[in-house]
C-alpha cells in the first residue's frame, strides 16, 4: 500500500486547525480504500497564537515547527522533506479546501497515470471564492495556459496530490504564496501529467493572508518568469508579432488616407511608430529565438519551435534569418536611393522622410536578422556538442575495432 503524506502550513492559525485536522484523519479509511495509508505532518510556520498547543494534542500527527515565518512556500517544502509518503498531499489550515476530495484526487492519480493532480475550484464544483479573487483567478489560468500551450482551470489552487518522484522536477519553487502558480507552470513546461478534479471551495475562517494587489503582482511576474525559463519565444516572440501587427495597422491607415486623397494626420510621427513597432517587435522575436537556444543548452533538450509549442513549418523560422534579413538589407538599399534621389530636388520632395525612415528601418531590421542568424548558427552547434561528441567517439571505437 502505497502512503499519501498531506502537509498543513499553518501560520496562526488557532481558529480552524484542530478541525482541519479531523477532517483530514476522518479521511483515512477511505484513502484505504484507494490503496493509500495516510501520514498527516502540520507545518508550524512561526505562530504568535495557540496552533502549536492545539496541534499537540492529536496523536499521529507530526509537527514541525519554523522559528519564524518563513512563507507558505517554505512551509509546504518543510514538510515535504519531513515527509515518508510516495504520494504527497497539501491543502490550507482555514478550512477553505475540502479534505473528504483526496480520495477522489489519489483515485485519479492512480488511474491516469498522473504526476500533479490539482484539485480545481474552477471546474463545475460549488465554490464561494470571492469575486475579486475569481477574476484574479480567471487572469491567471488564462496566463498560464497561453504560456505553456496547456490549458489550466485553476493554476493556483492550494490542494493537490503530487507523485514524489515529480518533485525534483518542479523545484526549485518560491517560498511565498506564489508557490502554487509557480509550480502549475513548472509542471507544465516540465512535461508532467496533470490532472484537474472538480472540488468546493468555502470562504476561510479567519482573515485572509492573501494581498490582492501585491500577491497578485508576485503571480504575474512569477509565472512570466518561470515560463521565460522555458520557452522565451512564446513571449518574447508574441509580444514582437503584436509589435509588427500594429506597425502594419498603422501603415494600413496611412495606406488608407493615401487612397481618399486625404490630408495624412501626423505623417512624420506615424511613420516614426512604424519604425520603432518593427524594429522593436523584430529585435524581440530573435531575441525570444535566441533565449530559446540557450534555454536549450541550460536543459539539454531539443529546442522548443514556434509560438504554438510546435513549428510553423518544416524549417525553423530561425534558420530563415539570413535571408529574411538580406532581403530586408536589399530592400533598405533600394528606399536609399530613391531617398537620395528625392534629396536632390529643391525643396526636397514630401516623400524624401517617408523613404529616408523606411530605408533605416529595413537596414536594422535586416542587420539584426542577420546577426541573430549567426548567433542562432552559434547556439545550434553548442546544443549539438555533445551528441556530435559522442558519435565521434563511438566511430573512433568502432574503427579501432575492424
Known amino acids: 500500500m502505497s502512503t499519501l503524506s498531506v502537509v498543513i502550513p499553518a501560520y496562526n492559525e488557532e481558529d480552524g486547525i484542530a478541525a482541519i485536522i479531523e477532517r483530514v484523519l476522518a479521511v483515512r479509511a477511505r484513502l484505504a480504500a484507494v490503496g493509500m495509508d495516510l501520514e498527516l505532518i502540520v507545518v508550524d510556520d512561526g505562530s504568535s497564537d495557540r496552533t502549536v498547543e492545539i496541534v499537540r494534542r492529536y496523536d499521529g500527527v507530526t509537527l514541525v515547527c519554523h522559528e519564524r515565518n518563513a512563507g507558505y512556500g517554505a512551509a509546504l517544502k518543510t514538510g515535504f522533506a519531513s515527509a515518508h509518503g510516495e504520494w504527497l498531499g497539501f491543502l490550507d489550515a482555514d478550512g477553505t479546501y475540502p479534505p473528504e476530495h483526496f480520495p477522489q484526487l489519489c483515485q485519479t492519480a492512480l488511474e491516469q497515470s498522473g504526476d500533479l493532480v490539482i484539485g480545481s475550484r474552477r471546474s463545475g464544483a460549488q465554490s464561494e471564492m470571492p469575486l475579486l479573487r475569481r477574476i484574479g483567478n480567471l487572469l491567471w489560468s488564462n496566463l498560464v495556459s497561453l504560456v505553456g500551450n496547456h490549458r489550466v482551470s485553476d493554476p493556483a489552487s492550494g490542494m493537490r496530490v503530487i507523485r514524489r518522484t515529480a518533485l525534483p522536477l518542479l523545484y526549485p519553487l518560491p517560498d511565498g504564496l506564489n508557490f502554487t502558480p509557480v509550480m502549475s507552470t513548472r509542471a507544465i513546461h516540465e512535461g508532467l501529467k496533470m490532472v484537474e478534479v472538480p472540488i468546493p471551495y468555502h470562504e476561510r475562517m479567519g482573515r485572509s493572508k492573501l494581498n490582492v494587489v501585491s500577491d497578485g503582482t ?76 540557450l534555454v536549450s543548452l541550460f536543459h539539454k533538450r531539443p529546442v522548443r519551435q514556434g509560438l504554438l509549442g ?88 568502432r574503427q579501432g575495432e575492424g
Not at 532581403?327 to 525643396?347: C, H, S
Open 310 to 397: 510546435k513549428p510553423l513549418f518544416k524549417t525553423p523560422v530561425e534558420r530563415n534569418f539570413i535571408w529574411m534579413g538580406l532581403a530586408a538589407g536589399a530592400l533598405g538599399g533600394l528606399f536609399a536611393l530613391a531617398a537620395i534621389r528625392e534629396g536632390l530636388t529643391l525643396p526636397p520632395s514630401p516623400a524624401y522622410p517617408f523613404y529616408l525612415l523606411t530605408s533605416g528601418m529595413l537596414l536594422l531590421t535586416g542587420l539584426q536578422l542577420i546577426l541573430s542568424w549567426i548567433l542562432v548558427l552559434v547556439l545550434a552547434e553548442l546544443s549539438e556538442r555533445e551528441v556530435q561528441v559522442q558519435d565521434d567517439m563511438e566511430g573512433t571505437v
Open 218 to 293: 508576485r503571480f504575474l511576474q512569477s509565472i512570466v518568469w518561470t515560463a521565460l525559463t522555458y520557452n522565451p519565444v512564446r513571449i518574447f516572440g508574441g509580444l514582437g508579432v503584436l509589435a509588427v501587427v500594429a506597425a502594419l495597422l498603422v501603415g494600413a491607415t496611412m495606406l488608407l488616407f493615401g487612397v481618399r486623397g486625404g490630408a495624412q494626420p501626423w505623417p512624420a510621427f506615424r511613420l516614426y511608430v512604424i519604425l520603432v513597432l518593427v524594429v522593436g517587435g523584430v529585435n524581440l522575436f530573435s531575441v525570444g529565438t535566441l533565449f530559446n537556444y
